[in-house]
């Protein structure tokens, strides 16, 4: 897990990593500092209630380093469900290819379940074509099986107002919460339902949108970021 020690002090990214240093490693004084975006390009695309895509399909973003444990096939598992139950969905995949192989395999399966024309790969992006992406998307997948200590991606798609859905891997749980920046879930299906279930309610979907970009702006901006690092330097010297 990402931390900082301080003398005999462990500063923690989150809650959950929180609780593993007090309840598994005996640890007997922490504190909780999380990250922070600090891209530029983040700050420099305005927040928009609706997405800043113009088109009449959703979009649907995975970002993440292509490699199994970060979970791709379980992205194609969402897709696939999602395409049953409602045309038009774009499904764009960023990041670098990390496993040569098991990208052919992802491939031939994408191609085998006749989805190849709904996925696009943009490869490793940066800067302000990242979170343009993020900002024309509807929501950001997240389905790591990793133990995850602060998600980057995360962070990023809520700088930007746009919800997650993802699994409950690590200190994921501390970024989204349950209609206010996502929904969390180890099941496929109560993904996909609650995806279907915004996107059918248009004025519920603007709305978690705000709360979204509040909940970023009230926990995790750049202002929180630089206050609780001051904060916890003015207790100690």
């Not at 390009?41 to 928009?48: E, G």
């Not at 996925?119 to 389905?143: R, Y």
């Amino acid at each position: 897990f990402p931390v900082t020690i301080w003398r005999s002090e462990n500063i923690l990214l989150g809650q959950t990593m929180e609780k593993f240093f007090l309840d598994k490693l005996g640890a007997k004084s922490t504190s909780v500092i999380p990250n922070t975006v600090t891209d530029k390009a983040a700050r420099s695309l305005s927040f928009s209630e609706t997405r800043n895509d113009k088109s009449d399909a959703n979009q649907v973003v995975f970002l993440s380093n292509l490699q199994p444990e970060k979970g791709l096939e379980d992205f194609i598992k969402f897709a696939t469900n999602i395409s049953q139950k409602i045309s038009r969905v774009k499904f764009k995949v960023v990041g670098p290819v990390v496993d040569e192989l098991y990208m052919k395999e992802i491939h031939r399966k994408l191609a085998k379940l006749n989805l190849t024309k709904d996925f696009e790969f943009m490869g490793f992006l940066s800067g302000e074509s990242k979170f343009k992406i993020l900002h024309e998307s509807d929501f950001l997948v997240f389905t790591s099986r990793l133990v995850e200590g602060q998600p980057l991606s995360i962070l990023e798609s809520l700088s930007c107002g746009t919800p997650v859905l993802s699994f409950p891997a690590g200190g994921a749980v501390d970024l989204v919460q349950n209609e206010k920046s996502g929904f969390v879930s180890q099941n496929i299906d109560e993904l996909c339902d609650f995806f279907i279930y915004m996107i059918d309610n248009k004025s519920k979907y603007l709305e978690l949108r705000k709360s979204c970009k509040k909940y970023y702006e009230d926990n995790y901006s750049f202002n929180t970021y630089q206050s609780l690092w001051k904060e916890w330097i003015c207790k100690r010297f």
